[in-house]
């Protein structure tokens, strides 16, 4: 078993920073790709960034592009979600999950694609 532990979230005025972590932990076991997904109220969850584990390789979602950005601490098992320039509609709760199959490239972006998940952490952005 994998557990996921996101962490960072908070209330922020638009145009400001958060900084979300994702911590992995529990057996032994070999990540292909770590993803950001949000969800607010009455939508579906949405794909925002994801990274190869292996290599570094990153997909962004066209909404955040230029102003998230995603990486990785190999030593600590952790994933960071820079968040910056953020507006009103980014205002989701934020969960990380990831994928130990090894997907392809253009699966990354569906959350079928992925085996395990945090309970998420909440973002509220101000205007």
């Known amino acids: 078993q994998v557990q996921l532990v996101e962490s960072g979230g908070g209330l922020v005025q638009a145009g400001g920073s958060l900084r979300l972590a994702c911590a992995a932990s529990g057996r032994p076991f070999n990540v292909y790709t770590v993803g950001w997904f949000r969800q607010a109220p009455g939508k579906e969850r949405e794909f925002v960034l994801a990274?190869?584990?292996?290599?570094?390789?990153?997909y962004y979602a066209d909404s955040v592009k230029g102003r998230f950005t995603i990486s990785r601490d190999s030593a600590k098992n952790t994933v960071y979600l820079q968040m910056n320039t953020l507006k009103p509609e980014d205002t989701a709760a934020y969960y990380c999950?990831?994928?130990?199959?090894?997907?392809?490239?253009?699966?990354?972006?569906?959350?079928?694609?992925?085996?395990?998940w945090g309970q998420g952490t909440q973002v509220t952005v101000s205007s």
């Open positions: 999950a990831v994928d130990v199959k090894g997907v392809v490239s253009g699966a990354v972006y569906s959350t079928s694609s992925y085996d395990y």
């Open positions: 990274i190869r584990w292996n290599n570094g390789r990153t």
